[in-house]
């Protein structure tokens, strides 16, 4: 078992910048995959960033290409992502996900998730 926690979330207004933390406890030994997802209200939950276990390997959704880093310290178990240039549609609540498998974008792929961190962007 993995335990997950996002921190770093809040309040920012459209064109600032936020950095979202995850710490993993638990089996952190094992070499997993981890994942951003987000959801927006009433909306599916989508894949924003994933990177694998050494973080030589990491991947964006399209759309956030450019915006993003995902990184991550295994030293202290945790997961990093930096967020720039924020506009009001990312605004949602922000995931982070642990997986067996080298590589995910879609929910099912993960097999640990956090609780989620509220990012809310103003115009």
């Known amino acids: 078992q993995v335990q997950l926690v996002e921190s770093g979330g809040g309040l920012v207004q459209a064109g600032g910048s936020l950095r979202l933390s995850c710490a993993a406890s638990g089996h952190t030994f094992r070499p997993y995959t981890m994942g951003w997802f987000r959801q927006a209200p009433g909306k599916e939950r989508e894949f924003v960033a994933g990177s694998s276990w050494s973080g030589g390997t990491t991947y964006y959704a399209d759309s956030l290409k450019g915006r993003l880093t995902i990184s991550r310290d295994n030293a202290i178990n945790t997961v990093y992502l930096q967020m720039n240039s924020l506009k009001p549609e990312d605004t949602g609540v922000y995931y982070c996900?642990?997986?067996?498998?080298?590589?995910?974008?879609?929910?099912?792929?993960?097999?640990?998730w956090g609780q989620g961190t509220q990012v809310t962007v103003s115009s």
């Open positions: 996900a642990a997986g067996n498998r080298p590589y995910g974008n879609r929910t099912y792929e993960y097999d640990y």
